[in-house]
């Protein structure tokens, strides 16, 4: 049986709210930055004990000063509906209304659910919690326009004010993690549960919960335990009553838990912690490295002269296994499935390797198959297209770029003069300009040549509006020779981006082919 996540009513009534504000020096309008609101039970102790009001450093002679206030608010219904207008605050000396500079708030999730997080959550949301054990919910309410970071850009002395009072009290440096700028969120702890502590037992085959009571006010509840395999098939899916004041229970498996999940509901079916999908630890294996010898290379530097490099230290390795590996063949398909995923790779363009081979009719073959990979990258594009090359001359001009479909989509190239030469890049303005004159488009495709005698650029990239492919080799030997493409990462994509764009649009970086002579 699965019970509904039918959520409680966010409470109301004291919190203790972490706040970021700007007072502004002219008009002494307090404006919200950022704030953590959080709800204590009678247990807890607050990490900011009492009222805590502090100035940034550096805020003199500058439009706005930087606060940072820890006390004591109201958390109404209304300020649970919307925070803006509704956000109280006490310095000590005096009671005051913070201002917003955006108009509206974005609420996540939206109505009067709330996120239930895990303890230990560290991502998203979690970074900016207080660390705390046990079940706790968050509403969180995104200044989605970003109405307060665009603010702070015009006063970019606010950046490192933000850095320093973040780091102080929330143990994080907010300006790293820019997202969380401008937000508000609401956060509250389970009123009976402390907290569980889960362990994984083989003798026999279970799960030991242990649970620690925020008061002796006990109610019965609910353990729901889904233990899979290759993190998508299902072995078990129990669920279990927990008596009244219960403090420690076996849940029984046939076999011993490996990649589990744990879930509480309250007796009424309301979800009130859920443990990270983990494997139980059985053994623990080390390995400790004595150094036994130091080894000193000599070499001759340019002139012949010989010198002792420093010396590099050799380890001999003792391993040991304390615990006992439990017996399954959780990997034997996954494995396995692993061989037929490359297949899949491929074909999404996600992942290509060639395999350099030196059979003439194996390595046209490849030729064209990267030909085409690249060409179906090319035409995934909406906006832009940045084909990135320190060597794309004429020729990969003709195979690649003017394979682009769509005439709404920009081709933006960038190659480097100190790798090509003046005469190619000539030619390759030739072309650029009669292409586009035929499409009656001016800029359709462009180019623009790095600067310097040696190019900035060595790795090829193709950037299909926010995502960044990585080529192996050049465009023009692409697949002939053992390469690899490969689409990366959303995060890796973002920072690639940053420097092209930005190699783009400087003519400290990079020329214009149209400039070129």
Not at 20 to 27: G, K, M, P
Not at 359 to 377: G, M
Not at 439 to 448: A, F, G, K, T, V
């Amino acid at each position: 049986m699965i019970l509904p996540n039918i959520p409680y009513k966010i409470p109301t009534g004291q919190y203790v709210a972490r706040t970021l504000y700007l007072v502004d020096n002219s008009s002494h309008e307090d404006w919200f930055v950022f704030s953590v609101i959080e709800r204590l039970e009678p247990d807890m102790q607050d990490y900011n004990e009492g009222l805590i009001f502090e100035r940034s450093k550096g805020s003199g002679g500058n439009k706005y000063k930087l606060y940072f206030l820890s006390c004591k608010v109201d958390v109404s219904e209304s300020l649970i509906s919307n925070p803006i207008g509704n956000l109280k605050m006490n310095s000590g000396r005096d009671e005051f209304f913070l201002q917003f500079f955006n108009k509206t708030f974005t609420s996540e999730p939206s109505g009067e659910a709330y996120f239930t997080l895990p303890s230990g959550c560290d991502k998203g949301v979690g970074r900016v919690m207080p660390q705390r054990p046990g079940p706790f919910y968050v509403k969180t309410y995104i200044d989605e326009n970003r109405d307060v970071l665009k603010e702070i850009n015009k006063e970019p002395y606010l950046q490192k004010q933000i850095t320093e009072l973040s780091n102080k009290y929330f143990g994080i440096d907010l300006w790293e993690y820019k997202e969380h700028v401008g937000n508000c969120y609401l956060l509250w702890h389970n009123e009976l549960f402390k907290g569980f502590s889960i362990k994984g037992c083989n003798r026999p085959n279970g799960i030991i919960v242990d649970i620690d009571y925020r008061t002796d006010h006990y109610k019965p509840f609910k353990v729901r335990l889904c233990d899979k395999r290759q993190r998508d098939y299902v072995v078990a899916d129990y669920m279990w009553d927990i008596p009244a004041g219960t403090r420690s229970v076996f849940i029984p498996t046939e076999c011993f838990p490996s990649f589990n999940q744990l879930s509480f509901y309250s007796e009424d079916g309301v979800l009130i912690f859920h443990s990270y999908p983990a494997n139980f630890v059985t053994f623990i294996a080390t390995r400790i490295g004595i150094a036994e010898k130091a080894i000193a290379i000599k070499v001759k530097d340019e002139n012949g002269n010989e010198k002792t490099l420093e010396p590099i230290n050799k380890f001999k390795y003792h391993e040991s296994l304390i615990g006992k590996k439990c017996h399954n063949i959780d990997s034997y398909f996954s494995i396995n499935e692993e061989y037929h995923y490359i297949k899949e790779l491929e074909e999404s363009r996600e992942f290509i390797f060639f395999n350099g081979s030196k059979d003439n009719i194996e390595k046209s073959i490849n030729k064209q198959k990267a030909k085409k990979a690249v060409i179906d990258i090319i035409n995934r594009a909406h906006d832009v297209c940045y084909i990135c090359d320190p060597y794309f001359n004429e020729n990969d001009f003709i195979e690649f770029a003017t394979k682009a479909e769509s005439l709404d989509v920009k081709i933006r190239i960038i190659n480097s003069k100190a790798d090509l030469g003046q005469k190619r890049l000539l030619i390759l303005k030739e072309l650029i300009s009669n292409y586009n004159k035929e499409l009656r488009i001016d800029d359709h495709i462009s180019c623009r040549t790095l600067r310097g005698g040696e190019s900035m650029l060595h790795d090829r990239f193709i950037i299909i509006d926010e995502r960044v492919w990585y080529l192996g080799s050049s465009f023009s030997e692409f697949g002939t020779r053992a390469c690899s493409l490969a689409l990366l990462s959303n995060s890796a994509s973002m920072a690639i981006k940053t420097y092209i764009e930005e190699w783009w649009n400087s003519d400290e970086f990079s020329i214009s082919l149209d400039n070129i002579q």
